[in-house]
């Protein structure tokens, strides 16, 4: 009986090893992020023991951009040796048990977001959103440095720091983090600057991110000086940056007479060849304009985007308008293409299923 046992005993020991070592040749091979189990509290005590910064990736699971950076992201390798070099890693849901609390305490908002806390458990920095592995992997590397974390820039702000250096790397940190007084910060840097500088490509690149009031001394530079800056930078950039920023005042004013007016001369006239700026354009027309000329225009911008570079989004976009614009046949065509080009690349086709019976209505 107690050879029995003994062999029993050993058989486990031996499971438990192969199963650890599984474990362990797993996240070899993969290469990605090791996530951290157990509570916050658990994780708190583990980067005191260690020394080491902690990142929270805050999620939700009906979150597509959360579910892109889990699938393509966190298992690289690249991601993978940075963060598990430099941090202990936690994945948090923020509707489900503690993370419903953390969610509040820390203001999460929009997902993904990922926040950075020391070894001590303060919060030293955050971002937001899908990215490629290079900037997620610069969202830690900033994390770290004193002089980009975003908490530790907020202190010398707050302390009254006002040089040019400082409100360039607090905007960027603010923007990254979708917080929202980053316009503000934005414009106190940009008033640093002369009309000349504003010209430079370090501030041509932070116009281009960060600039989104058309009324700011800034963006009428910009606008005023167009064909300069068309010519260090490449026109679709430029006219893309001025449409962009006057049709997101306009859509938020619902100003639509002034949307269109913007949109078609900035989409007429072809110096924006941008696939998903004129997805994006056509699918607002699509969502509130009924005037039969306007959505015309719109499904030559959306049937424009498919020929630059087809996507299922601009695909569903120009069944819709179709649809919208009563030719019913040809929608029902388009979209069921659409949904062909959501299975090519597992893209969730809900709403193209939806469209078609709306068509199926109609018919």
Same mark, same amino acid.
């Given at each position: 009986m107690k050879a029995k046992i003994f062999s029993i005993i050993v058989v486990l020991i031996l499971v438990v090893f192969r199963f650890s070592n599984a474990q362990e040749i797993r996240f070899i091979d993969n290469g990605g992020i090791i996530f951290e189990t157990g509570t916050?509290?658990? %994780?708190?005590? @583990? =980067? +005191?023991?260690k020394d080491k910064p902690i990142f929270v990736d805050a999620y939700t699971v009906w979150c597509g951009p959360c579910k892109w950076m889990t699938a393509n992201v966190f298992p690289t390798e690249d991601a993978g040796n940075f963060y598990n070099g430099h941090f202990i890693n936690y994945k948090l849901d923020m509707e489900k048990g503690e993370g419903v &609390?953390?969610?509040?305490?820390?203001? %999460?908002?929009?997902?993904?977001?990922?926040?950075f806390f020391n070894s001590e458990g303060e919060l030293i920095h955050r971002s937001t959103g899908s990215k490629p592995v290079e900037a997620f992997i610069e969202d830690g590397e900033n994390a770290l440095n004193p002089d980009r974390a975003l908490y530790s820039l907020k202190a010398k702000y707050d302390d009254g720091d006002r040089s040019d250096e400082l409100l360039y790397e607090y905007a960027y940190a603010l923007r990254n983090a979708d917080l929202k007084n980053t316009q503000e910060v934005a414009k106190e840097y940009l008033e640093t600057q002369s009309? &000349?500088?504003l010209l430079s490509e370090?501030?041509? +690149?932070f116009i281009e991110k960060l600039v989104y009031d058309i009324n700011s001394h800034a963006f009428k530079y910009l606008e005023a000086n167009s064909e300069k800056f068309s010519e260090k930078y490449g026109a679709n950039d430029v006219y893309k940056k001025i449409?962009?920023?006057k049709l997101q005042y306009y859509m938020a004013e619902k100003n639509w007479k002034s949307y269109s007016e913007v949109a078609f001369k900035i989409l007429d006239n072809d110096k924006v060849n &941008? =696939?998903?700026f004129l997805n994006e354009v056509a699918w607002t027309f699509y969502e509130n304009v009924d005037d039969t000329g306007l959505l015309e225009k719109a499904l030559n911008w959306a049937k424009r985007s498919i020929e630059i570079e087809e996507d299922?989004?601009?695909? &569903? @976009?120009?069944? =819709?308008?179709?649809y919208k614009l009563g030719r019913y046949d040809e929608a029902l065509e388009a979209a069921e293409y659409a949904i062909? %080009?959501? /299975? /090519?690349?597992?893209?969730?086709?809900?709403? @193209?299923?939806q469209l078609i019976e709306m068509i199926n209505e109609k018919k």
């Open positions: 916050w509290e658990e %994780v708190l005590k @583990t =980067a +005191k023991e &609390d953390f969610a509040k305490k820390y203001e %999460v908002r929009s997902y993904p977001s990922y926040l009309d &000349d500088d370090k501030n041509w +690149k449409g962009s920023a &941008d =696939a998903g299922y989004y601009n695909t &569903d @976009t120009y069944a =819709a308008l179709l062909e %080009v959501a /299975k /090519k690349t597992d893209m969730n086709y809900s709403g @193209t299923e």
